[in-house]
């Protein structure tokens, strides 16, 4: 039986499989509920310093083709998953973890990095630099230079593993721009993509979200490509020690077997786990393993990066 278990860093995961952040992971319940299923781990809804009740809803549609949403960044505070992990972390058999965080300014992202810095906490933490929906505030990670400043100064008092989550670029001089600021970096992983922000869907001549008149990040069947170029491209880019979180469209074994096929070591699911529930883990896990049994592979390092060109 082929297996599907990997490492981020020096933490190891029985399945590479886990949700994208913002799906089952704004409470306790939610998070029990991926712990408890098949998925390798799960990361928290991204915290920021205090709570937050987000954008006025509807704020998430499905479609045909996958998802709209523009949350606003609704949060418990990043105390409470900082809690939550660490509890697990004490327990015995627990899975590690990813703890997402941002502040809504740089000051406030040190702080709460400063206050993680200082916590027993032991597992991996996501710094989100990709939101795309709180009104005003672009995201981070499209201006190299204020993310090259954060990093610096972040790195200048945080010594647990740290990752980035990016927005998806388009252009192949930013991923050569965006690789060479990371590249600087002691960063454990980056993970790609989030939602493509600020797309627009519409459902007899009228939006189907209410905040931004309708704009939201996309995600789903639409964002698949895109991801894969960006999981490819910072594969091809990134210092060998910076591994990639592949996230985007992911709904089937062969979605995920592509993203580790473009240089992935483990595979969020957004979009198909809020339609599907938890049970999504299992059967795309066990879909990734009918097509490495297929194909011969034992392990994911049988494949992973190994995307063939045409000559
Ligand atoms: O909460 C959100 O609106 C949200 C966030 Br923080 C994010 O990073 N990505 C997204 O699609 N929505």
């Given amino acids: 039986m082929p297996s599907t278990a990997t490492t981020i860093g020096n933490f190891a995961f029985d399945n590479c499989l886990m949700n994208a952040a913002g799906v089952y992971c704004m409470t306790r319940e939610e998070l029990d509920a991926i712990e408890q299923s098949a998925a390798g781990s799960f990361v928290t809804k991204t915290g ?3 709570e937050r009740a987000g954008n006025p809803e509807p704020r998430y549609a499905d479609t045909a083709l996958g998802s ?14 900082l809690d939550y992990v660490t509890e697990l972390q004490n327990q015995p058999n627990s899975k590690n973890h990813f703890l997402s965080l941002v502040g809504m300014s740089p000051e406030e992202t040190h702080t709460i990095l400063k206050e993680i810095e200082a916590s027993s906490y032991q597992g991996l933490v996501e710094l989100n630099l990709s939101c795309p929906n709180v009104p005003g505030k672009p995201q981070i990670a499209y201006d190299f230079e204020t993310t090259d400043q954060i990093l610096a100064e972040v790195f200048s008092y945080f010594t647990k593993p740290l990752g ?9 001089v930013h ?33 189907v979200i209410k905040p931004k008149n309708g704009f939201g990040g996309i995600g789903g069947d639409y964002v698949k490509p895109t991801a894969l170029a960006n999981v490819h491209a910072f594969y091809q ?33 957004g979009t198909a786990l809020h339609q599907e529930g938890p049970q999504v883990f299992e059967r795309i896990t066990k879909e990734l393993k009918d097509i490495m049994a297929s194909k011969g592979y034992n392990s994911l390092e049988d494949f992973r990066g190994k995307l063939n060109y045409i000559d």
């Fill in 48 to 50: 920021t310093l205090e």
């Fill in 68 to 81: 709209i949403n523009s949350m606003g960044l609704p949060n418990m505070g990043f105390q409470y998953y």
């Fill in 237 to 269: 880019r990134l210092n060998p020690s910076i591994q990639i979180i592949g996230t985007g469209g992911v709904k089937s074994g062969r979605d995920a077997f592509e993203h580790i096929l473009c240089g992935a070591s483990m595979v969020q699911i």
């Fill in 175 to 207: 991923f050569d721009q965006a690789a060479a600021v990371f590249n600087k970096y002691p960063l454990v992983f980056v993970n790609c993509i989030n939602s493509i922000g600020n797309g627009l869907v519409i459902e007899d001549e009228k939006v």
């Fill in 164 to 172: 980035v989550k990016l927005p998806p670029y388009f252009d192949i």
